[in-house]
C-alpha cells in the first residue's frame, strides 16, 4: 500500500471508532444504536487491518480472547433479561423504566439509566450488543484475512 | 405468568455461551455440560402450561382499530409442546454424553453448536410470532451448517456449502412470504393474524394471500427436507458423525411440524393448502423409501428412510381432522425416537469396523449381538410392526385416512410401510446375517458403554410408547382440538 | 441434453415466479395496513425518543438476541470451517 | 407519495429477480453467493417499503413534540425493526459460505460450481 | 426525483456486478449497490436502517467478497 494511505489510514480509523462509541452510547435519542455502533467500530479495525496487514496493524486485540469477548456481550444481555425475569416476571422486562409499576422502586433506580429520556436498560443493552458485533464482524475478517492461499503454501514449503 | 418457559431456550443458550468462553478448560466444561444437559428434560416436566409475553407486554387494544394486538413476541406451552420438548431434551442430554464420553479432549465450538440447536429448536416449537421463528430457524440452520462441517468425515464441506446455498435461497423467500402476511395484516403475530382472518378484515381469496402461502411453503419443503431437498437432507444426516445425525433428524422433525403446524393455523380455510402438503408428503413417502432401496451407503439409506417417514407426518397433517393431525403428531414423536436409535446403533457399527458400505460388511451379529437385536427392534418399529410405537401411530394414521374417505391413500401408506420393511431388513441381513467376507476386518473393538445405554434408554421409551399410546395421544388431541376451534 | 431441458425447467419457473412476485406487489400496494404501528407509537413514546430502538430493544428485544447470537454463531463456524475444534484431523 | 412506494416495491422484486437469475444459472461460486445477497438485499427493500408512510414523519420523538400528533403521524417502526435483524442475518450467512468456498477452492482449485459442487456420489465413485 | 435515480442505480450496478469478469470489481459494484439501497432507506423514513445497510451493505460485505476473492482467484474463468 502507498505511504499516503498509510498515514491516513490511523486518523480514519480511530474517528470510525469514536463515531461508533458515540453512535451506541446515543442510540435511544438518534438513529443509531447497538448494531450500528458497533458495526462502525468493526469498520475502523477492519480498515487498519487492511490497509497495515494483520500482523503490523497498529489496533489489534489479541486472538485468545475474541471469544471471550463475544461471549460476554451475549452473556450480558441474557443476564439483563433475567433480571427482569426474576423481578417482574417477564423476560426481558423493562426494568429500568417499568411502564407497568410491577418491581419494587429499588431495584428500578439500579438499572435507571441517568437521563431524562427515561429509557430503562435500552443504553446497556446497546453497549452489550455494541460489544458483540463488533468482536463479531471483526473476529470475522480477521479470519479471513488470516486464511493461507494455497499458492502462498507451497511457497513457504 | 410462568417464569420456566423463556428458562427452557435460555438454558441452552447460556450453557452454550459458557462453553465457548471457558473452551480452554477441559474438566470445567465437561462437568458444565453434562450438568446442563440432565437438566433439559427435566425443565419442561416440572413447568405449567401457559402464555409468556417477553418484556410484559400483554394483549393491548389498538384505540384507533379496536382489533386487540400482542405487541411483543409470546410463547406459548402446551401438552404438545412439552411432550417434544423433554423429548429433544433427553435426546441432546443421550447425544451430549456419548459425545463426552467417546472423546478424550471435548471441543468448545462442537458443544456449543450442539446446545444452540436445541436452543433453536425448542424456541421454534414454543413460538407464536412469525418473524420470530424465521430468527430460531436461521440459527437453526447455521448450528447444523456448523455441525456437519465439525465431522471429520470426507465431502462433508461439500454438503455444507449445498445446504448453505439452498437455505440461504430459502429463507429470503420465507422472509419475503412474512413480508407479504404483515404488509395485509400489519402484525407477524400467529394469534392476531388468525383473529384478523376470522373477523373477515382480509380477502382470503386474494392472490397474494395464495402468494404468501406459496414462499412459506417453500421455506418449509427447504426446512424439512421433503422433495425437491431430500437428497440434500440424507446427504447432511450421512456427513455428520452418527450422533450428531441423530440430533439432526431431530430438529429436522421439530422445524417441519412447528412451522406446519403455524401454516396450518393461518392457511387452512384454503382448500388448496391441504391438496399441496398431501402431494408433496405422498411424493416425499414414494422417493424416500425408493431411492433407500438403491443405497450402498446404510448410513445414506437410514436418511432416506428418514425422509420418507416425513411424509407420513405431513400425510396426518394434510388430511386435516382432529384424528389425523393427532396422528401425525404422534408420528413425529415416534419418529425422533426410533430414527435417533437406528443413527446411534448405526454410529456404534461405523465406529468397530470403520466401514460404511453394506456390500462389505458382514456376519457381525456374532461379534456385536446386543446392537444387532436393537437395531432389529428400532426397525421394525420404523416399519410398524406391533407392539412397538411405530405401529400406533400408522394405525392411526391408516384409520384416519379411510375415515376422511381416502381409501388409496390408505393403501398406499400400508405399502411404503411394507417396502420399509423390506428395505431395513435387506439391509440387516447383508450387515449382520450373511457369512463374514474375507477382507473384512473386524477390530477386536468393544462397542462403547455409552452407545449401548443410550440404546437402551431409547428402546425403553419406544416400548412404552408403544404399549401405553394413551398417555400422549389423549393429551395431544386436546391440543389439537384446541387448534381446529 | 438432461442438462439443458433441466436449465430450461429452472427458466421457466424463475419466469413464472418472476411475474407473479410483480402481480402481487401491485396488488399489495393497495392492501397495506399500518396493523400495530398506533400502539408502538403511542406507547414507546414513554420509553425512548427512537421508536425503531423502543421497538428492536424493548418489544422485540428477544429477537435482538436471536440476532447477536447468530452473528455469534457465524464467527464460530468460520473459525470452526478453517480449522479450529474440529473433531478429527482433516485437512 | 404514493408512487413511491409502489416503485419501491416493483425495485426490490426486481433486486430479488436478479438474484434468484444469478444464484441459479450463473456458474461461479462467487456471483452465485454475490446473487444470494442481492435476494436478501430485495426482501429487506421490500420489508421496509411496506414501513413507508406517505406524507409521514421519521419515528423518532423530536423535543417540543406532541405525543398524540407523533403516534397518528409517525411510519410504522416495526417493518424498520425487522430488517434491522435480517441484514445482520444476511451478512453472517454470507460470510460462512465464502468461508466454506475459500477452503473448497483450496481442494479443487477453481470457482466453478459444477466441478466444486458436482454430485457426491459421483465424486465417490470418480475417486474408487 | 431523486429516489427514481437511486433506484436505477440499485439495479443497473446489480446487473453490471453480475457480468462483470473481474470479480474484484464485482465487489465493489455489489458495495455501489448497497450504498444507493442505504440512500433510498434514508428518503423511506428510516435512518436507523439506512445507518446499518451503509456500514454493513457498503462497507463490510464487499470487504468480505473482497476478501474471499484475494484468498481465491481474480478472473472468473
Redesign the interface.
Known sequence: MSQILKLIALPISIILICLGIMTILGGH???GGG?QGGAMIAAGVILSILVYGLGNSPIEFSHTYIEVFESIGALGYIVLGLVGLFAGGFFLYNVGADIFNIIPASIQTVFHYPDTTNAGIIPYLNIFVGLK?FVG?SA?VI??AG?K??VEEDAEQ | MNELIPLMVIVPMMAALLLSAFSKYDKLIRILAFVVAICLPIIPIVSNYGLHFFGGYEPMVDNVTNILYHPAITYSFDFMQQCFIAMIGLLTFLVVFIYLSKYKKVSGPYLFLLFMGTSAATALILTDDI?HMF?FF?ILA?AQ?GIV?ASSIE?S??????Y??L???G???M??GI?FL??MT???NVTDIVAILRGGLLNVTSPVFLLSLGLIFFGWLYASGLPPFHTIKS?IYSKAEPHAAALLQSFTVISMISIVIIMFRIYSSLPIFEVFIVLFSVIAMILGVSMALTQTDFRRMIGFLAVGELGFIGLGIGLGTQFALTAGLFQALNEIVITALLFIGFGAIVHSTNEVDTRKLGGLLAYHPKVGIMLLIGGLAMAGVPPLNGFQSKLMLVQASLSCGYPELSILTIMVSIATFVVFVKTFYSMFLRPKPHDLEVADKEVPKAMVFTMLILLIVIFALGLFPNVVTSGISNYVGGLLL | MSNAIR?LF??VI?AL??IT??DA??H??KM?T?????I???L??KIA????T???FD??GY??L??SI??L???L??LL??GRGRLGGK? | M?E???????????????????????D?I????????????????????????AG???????PNMD??W???N??????????????????????????????????Y????TSV??AD?SK??EYNE | MI??IL?II??VS??L??IQKD?LK??IL?GF??GA?AV??Q???????AL??AI??AA??PV??A???K???RR??
Open positions: 435519542i438518534t438513529p448494531f458485533v464482524l470475522i479470519a479471513f486464511f492461499k494455497l | 418473524f430468527v436461521e447455521l451448517v462441517a465431502y464441506y461439500e454438503m455444507a456449502l449445498k448453505m446455498i437455505g440461504a435461497i429463507s429470503p423467500m422472509l419475503l413480508g404483515l404488509a400489519g402484525t407477524v446427504g | 436449465n429452472a427458466a424463475t415466479l418472476s412476485l410483480f406487489v401491485f399489495v400496494s397495506i399500518p396493523g400495530v404501528s398506533n408502538y407509537n403511542a414507546g413514546t425518543p427512537n421508536m425503531v423502543a421497538v428492536i418489544f422485540r429477537d435482538t436471536g440476532e447468530i452473528l454463531t457465524a464467527g463456524v468460520v470451517v478453517f485437512l | 404514493a413511491t412506494q409502489l416503485a419501491i416495491l416493483f425495485t426490490s422484486i426486481a433486486l430479488v429477480v436478479i438474484g434468484l437469475y444469478a444464484a441459479i444459472f450463473v461461479n462467487i456471483k452465485k453467493i454475490i446473487g444470494i445477497s442481492f435476494i436478501e438485499e430485495g426482501a429487506n427493500l421490500f420489508i421496509v417499503g411496506i414501513g413507508y408512510k409521514g414523519i421519521v419515528p423518532i420523538l423530536m405525543p398524540a407523533f403516534a397518528s409517525a411510519s410504522y417502526p416495526l417493518p424498520y425493526g425487522l430488517v434491522l435483524t435480517s441484514i445482520v442475518i444476511g451478512a453472517s450467512t454470507l460470510a460462512v459460505m465464502l468461508a466454506l468456498v475459500m477452503v473448497l477452492y483450496r481442494k482449485g477453481t470457482l466453478s466444486m459442487l457426491t465424486q465417490e | 429516489e427514481f433506484m440499485t439495479i446489480a446487473i456486478a453480475l470479480l464485482a465487489a455489489t449497490s448497497g439501497l433510498l432507506f428518503i423511506l423514513l428510516a435512518p436507523d436502517v446499518t445497510q454493513v451493505g463490510i460485505v468480505f467478497i476478501l474471499a476473492v484468498k481465491t482467484q472468473d474463468a
